[in-house]
T-cell receptor
């Protein structure tokens, strides 16, 4: 089975703090994604990566950056957390052929 | 802008009935289609994928695809209370991005 692991499940951070969300997949997938999900707004793509050190902006990249130094690991960085970034963050991976996208369990971030 | 639309619901059906969930998409180049189930507070999990026109059955679930009408649906037979969840439709055009619909909330009443 595909395993996408988000190491931080529940975080509470203060406004202005730098936040790292880590994601690891174990299936040698080419593509990895970061989404956020908010009530009434559905899944919104923040960034995706199709290869090591490669990244593409999604629909809502402002306030976020990403890092992919190794194929299996994709990190989401909030340089200076703000209260409007309180959300559930979902990491996902996919083979690169338009096949199934697999999600991690999600990271619930609260910024106070 | 590529869009995927779903009725947000809630769709309420009695236990044992057939639940019908619908999805339309705007990108005619879309090639692969997915249905995900998401329980409250959990991440989406894949139910079915479909790539060709017609029906695809897996247990109590049937996905139906009509590319000419840009329409994909999910039927759940013999609905159970445990099927109560939000169902997300997702579309991909063999590119690197998936477009998700807003989801339909299904409530199966005992």
């Amino acid at each position: 089975d595909v395993k996408v692991t988000q190491s931080s499940r529940y975080l509470v951070k203060r406004t202005g703090e730098k936040v790292f969300l880590e994601c690891v997949q174990d299936m040698d997938h080419e593509n990895m994604f970061w989404y956020r999900q908010d009530p009434g707004l559905g899944l919104r793509l923040i960034y995706f990566s199709y290869d090591v050190k490669m990244k593409e902006k999604g629909d809502i990249p402002e306030g976020y950056s990403v890092s992919r130094e190794k194929k299996e690991r994709f990190s989401l960085i909030l340089e200076s957390a703000s209260t409007n970034q309180t959300s559930m963050y979902l990491c996902a991976s996919e083979t690169g052929s338009g096949n199934t996208i697999y999600f991690g369990e999600g990271s619930w971030l609260t910024v106070v | 802008q590529k869009e995927v639309e779903q009725n947000s619901g809630p769709l309420s059906v009695p236990e044992g009935a057939i639940a019908s969930l619908n999805c339309t998409y705007s990108d005619r180049g879309s090639q692969s289609f997915f249905w995900y189930r998401q329980y409250s507070g959990k991440s989406p999990e894949l139910i079915m994928s479909i790539y060709s026109n017609g029906d695809k059955e897996d247990g109590r679930f049937t996905a139906q695809l009509n590319k000419a009408s840009q329409y994909v649906s999910l039927l759940i037979r013999d609905s159970q209370p445990s099927d109560s969840a939000t169902y997300l439709c997702a579309v991909n055009n063999y590119g690197q991005n998936f477009v998700f619909g807003p989801g339909t909330r299904l409530s199966v009443l005992p």
